[in-house]
């Protein structure tokens, strides 16, 4: 008894500051969204209209869409090259290992803008690419569709989410006994079989956790799409950015806020339930 | 931004009494002899003074000395757009702001929300020195002859096109055109964006319908066609005019040119006047505000030739006074605006408001406009 109101008292202060910090804004948040909504201010009745724009109107559809389309293609794209860089690392790299990953955590230092920009001098019309291209005579003109386009957005976002989800997975092939994999191969399993049924199985978790979080990222992320995305770059969290500043409508933009966790979550369910059926995330994971 | 006032009692004599009433009343007489003559001291303030508003607005450089001489603490915090600036005043986290800027168009939907805290002319005596249509306008002054603002600044929306890339486009409409297809940027100023089209359609933009609405999105989207990228703001679309990623702008701003020039680039600017928009901004008092006489005192200096000059040699938007333009040396400066005939300017162009906040009858209001803005973004 005298141990359980122990561990109560030690948890309060972080309980507290969890109610504070995430409990109390994400609260507010609902009781907006059900508001009334006047010009930079709410009010009763209570109502559904705001859940109904949100859900229903096409244009917020289309946002939508463009924004799980980034998010899971990069989030897709940098799990699996992110994959490849921790298995290097883990299983081949020897005594390159630390140098292999202190490159991956300085990668992570240098600034998200910085990077944006530097794409923009790689893939421009008279960037780095097409300099080199025109050069080497392969084109005649310079490639206009490398820069301000999708495939821009995603090729930028993988290469600043690429760390985040080597360094995920790497912990976890860490943990991946070398005796279960050499098991594997004595019981006839080759190299490929040994990998599905018993390392990607095992490190099915971090892949998951490092898919999520850039998935997370990249389809709230609407700065860099803007920024190297071309007129189609526009993405949902831009509404709840106009909703709340240029329009001062606080209910539709908590709302729309609700709108975006609920189709993630959705996205984010489907894709567990993919992992777990090509058999990269175990039953119980 | 309370200040603490020591009060310290010292009782005085009948004698000490008379003589410092002798002292009031000649001085009395001698601010009504001034007051007489029609010039009011300048105001004064002192201590912390909160800036909301765009970057440069606070003046940093030009304000440096009268800073120090008035023992003025200014905290400067920057807007990305202008809505970031009611949004602020009106939440919690606005008590205290003491200076804003704003569009002249939001005149009226900021006046009524409460954004503002007015003044007199007698308060800020400098805005004598602007050219009378800043003293006499609506967005501005009120009725009861009041200030709700003190305009300090304007320029127009121009065409920006780099000159050894393409031929000056005549009209914004040109901009339509499939020879710019690839060639063009868009900048992500939905309100300035659809100024310039309706006004190029020839559509009212404060009483406009529905149906108007949908023209005006039709262009928007013609020249979404034909646009490279839309650029998150007026510093990006210089990068992109400088680095040859695109041609020409809608809109766009006169210091783009300077911005290419410092860079060797020849980024030159062209009025189409099939749609000419005029921009004001101008200084106010927060609602907010509890320095009144240091943000009194940051509109008058606002409004002398120092800064006036630094406004239009430093940001390069023009001055709002005559006497300043006079000034202007730099002819790369001075040729931006067209200061000698500036009435007959701005009688041929009036300005342009926005729809109201709630619309009447089939009349569409500001947050359709956002909304078309982003219908046009997600086509």
Redo the contacts between chains.
């Keep these: 008894m005298r141990r359980t109101a122990a561990g109560y008292l030690l948890a309060a202060p972080l309980t507290l500051l969890v109610a504070a910090l995430l409990v109390l804004p994400i609260g507010t948040f609902l009781v907006y969204s059900f508001l009334t909504p006047g010009q930079y201010r709410v009010g009763l009745p209570l109502t559904l209209e705001n859940y109904r724009l949100a859900f229903f109107d096409p244009t917020y559809a289309k946002l939508m869409l463009n924004s799980v389309r980034i998010g899971l293609v990069t989030a897709a794209v940098s799990t699996v090259m992110g994959y490849i860089l921790a298995y290097y690392a883990s299983f081949q790299a020897g005594k390159v290992k630390m140098a292999v990953l202190a490159l991956t955590v300085i990668s992570i230092l240098g600034g998200y803008l910085v990077r944006i920009y530097a794409w923009r001098i790689v893939l421009g019309t008279e960037g780095v690419l097409n300099s080199a291209l025109g050069a080497l005579g392969l084109t005649s003109n310079p490639l206009q569709f490398l820069l301000f386009s999708r495939s821009a957005v995603v090729l930028a976002l993988v290469n600043i989410y690429i760390p985040f989800t080597a360094l995920t997975v790497f912990a976890a092939l860490e943990n991946v006994g070398r005796d279960v994999i050499e098991a594997a191969r004595d019981l006839g399993a080759g190299p490929l079989r040994a990998f599905a049924r018993v390392v990607l199985p095992l490190t099915g978790r971090a892949v998951f956790t490092g898919f999520l979080f850039v998935f997370l990222l990249t389809a709230a992320d609407y700065v860099t799409p803007q920024l190297i995305g071309g007129t189609s770059g526009a993405m949902i969290g831009v509404v709840v950015y106009d909703q709340f500043v240029r329009l001062g409508n606080w209910a539709l933009g908590a709302a729309l806020s609700f709108y975006i966790v609920i189709v993630f979550a959705a996205v984010l369910a489907t894709s567990w339930l993919a992992l777990r059926a090509f058999g990269v995330l175990r039953r119980g994971a | 931004m309370s200040e603490n006032v020591n009060m310290t009692v010292r009782w005085m004599s009948r004698r000490e009494f008379l003589r410092a009433m002798s002292v009031v009343a000649a001085g009395t007489a001698l601010a009504g002899t001034i007051g007489a003559c029609g010039t009011p001291a300048a105001p004064k303030g002192t201590g912390q003074l909160d800036f909301l508003g765009w970057e440069g607005y606070d003046m940093l450089s030009a304000t440096e000395q009268w800073r120090k001489d008035n023992n003025i603490d200014l905290k400067s915090a920057y807007i990305?757009?202008s809505?970031?600036t009611?949004?602020k005043v009106?939440?919690p986290a606005g008590e205290g702001i003491d200076l804003i800027t704003y569009f002249y168009a939001y005149y009226k939907s900021w006046g009524d929300?409460g954004v503002f805290n007015t003044f007199t002319a007698d308060e800020v005596p400098n805005l004598k020195r602007m050219y009378p249509y800043f003293q006499e306008g609506e967005y501005w002054r009120l009725p009861d002859k009041t200030y709700q603002g003190a305009p300090f600044t304007w320029l127009t929306y121009v065409c920006n096109y780099r000159a050894d890339m393409i031929e000056p486009p005549q009209s914004w409409a040109e901009l339509t055109d499939a020879k710019y297809k690839?060639k063009l940027a868009i900048v992500?100023d939905?309100g300035a964006n659809i100024l310039v089209a309706a006004t190029v359609l020839g559509i009212p933009t404060d009483t406009m319908t529905h149906a108007q609405l949908e023209e005006v999105k039709k262009f928007l989207l013609a020249l979404?066609a034909n646009?490279?990228?839309?650029a998150?703001s007026y510093g990006?679309l210089s990068n992109l005019l400088i680095?040859?990623?695109v041609a020409a702008d809608f809109v766009g701003w006169a210091a783009l040119d300077v911005w290419g020039a410092q860079q060797g680039v020849n980024v030159t600017s062209t009025l189409p006047t099939d749609g000419v928009v005029i921009s004001i901004d101008a200084y106010a008092m927060a609602s907010t505000v509890d320095n009144r006489d240091a943000s009194l005192a940051w509109m008058n200096l606002m409004l002398t030739d120092e800064v006036q000059l630094s406004v239009a040699n430093d940001l390069l938007t023009a001055t709002v006074c005559p006497d300043t333009a006079k000034l202007i040396t730099d002819p790369n400066v001075k040729k931006l605006y067209d200061y000698d005939n500036f009435n007959a300017f701005i009688e041929k162009y009036p300005l342009h408001l926005f729809p109201p906040?709630e619309a009447t009858g089939d009349q569409v209001t500001?947050?359709d406009w956002?909304?078309a803005w982003?219908?046009v973004?997600?086509?």
Aim: without cysteine; aromatic residues 4%.
């Design positions: 990305g757009n809505e970031d009611p949004a009106l939440s929300l690839g992500e939905p979404k646009a490279k990228t839309i998150p990006d680095s040859g990623e906040n500001f947050g956002m909304k982003e219908e973004k997600a086509a």
